[in-house]
């Protein structure tokens, strides 16, 4: 089995951190809650004063103490820290059991968040941000993504592994509504998981 290996941020000079150095902290660190300041509470209020059910929260200009302080390009990697789901797929024979695969690497990046419910910041259009992760067989994955539309917001992104036959493609398009007493988040979007050595076609299997 492949184990997670080691991520390395193009774009960033702050050292990665994988769900499993997440599982070794303090329990008392995992449950730790964002305390809001009286000044922070007036400022939450005022925001909260201007919205109207169905609103688009995309186009509300948010205090920085409630975003996560990560871009949507890198939070999109979340799903790419399992490499365990992931890597052994071009190696399955039958597609049924791939496929079952597929949907464990999938499920595998969404337990994956922020402590607390936190937002994380809009790309600018153009901003790119770029990694790759170094796997215990010595192999890589490589990953670049770019925000192709500010409004309404667009990621596409490219991930491969080459010495394993693995290319993903996709877009994500999120949305976020007020719905007067919460808010909703939808991930819309597609991603193309090809397994180049696998299916008759070029390019491989789909």
């Given at each position: 089995m492949v184990g997670l290996g080691h991520a390395h941020r193009l774009s960033l000079t702050t050292s990665s951190r994988s769900s499993t150095d997440d599982a070794r902290q303090d329990p008392?660190?995992?449950?730790?809650?964002?305390?809001?300041e009286p000044d922070q509470g007036n400022v939450l209020s005022h925001i909260i004063s201007q919205l109207r059910p169905g609103a688009d929260l995309s186009r509300v200009v948010l205090p920085t103490f409630i975003l996560e302080p990560k871009s949507m390009l890198e939070r999109i990697t979340n799903f790419m820290q399992h490499p365990e789901t992931l890597l052994p797929m071009p190696t399955i024979n039958d597609p049924v059991q791939r496929f079952?695969?597929?949907?464990?690497?999938?499920?595998?990046?969404?337990?994956?968040?922020?402590?607390?419910?936190?937002?994380?910041?809009?790309?600018?259009?153009?901003?790119?941000?770029?990694?790759?992760?170094?796997?215990?067989?010595?192999?890589?994955?490589?990953?670049?993504?770019?925000?192709?539309?500010?409004?309404?917001?667009?990621?596409?992104?490219?991930?491969?592994?080459?010495?394993?036959?693995?290319?993903?493609?996709?877009?994500?398009?999120?949305?976020s509504k007020f719905l007067g007493n919460s808010a909703a988040s939808m991930m819309e979007g597609i991603a193309i998981l090809r397994l180049l050595n696998q299916g008759k076609k070029p390019g491989g299997e789909r």
């Open positions: 008392a660190t995992q449950e730790e809650e964002t305390v809001v079952v695969s597929v949907v464990k690497f999938y499920l595998s990046g969404w337990h994956i968040k922020s402590l607390g419910v936190k937002k994380p910041l809009n790309p600018i259009l153009g901003e790119r941000f770029t990694c790759y992760w170094e796997y215990l067989d010595d192999t890589r994955g490589f990953y670049i993504s770019e925000q192709t539309s500010h409004h309404p917001p667009k990621s596409s992104y490219f991930y491969m592994c080459p010495e394993h036959y693995i290319r993903i493609d996709g877009t994500l398009k999120p949305r």
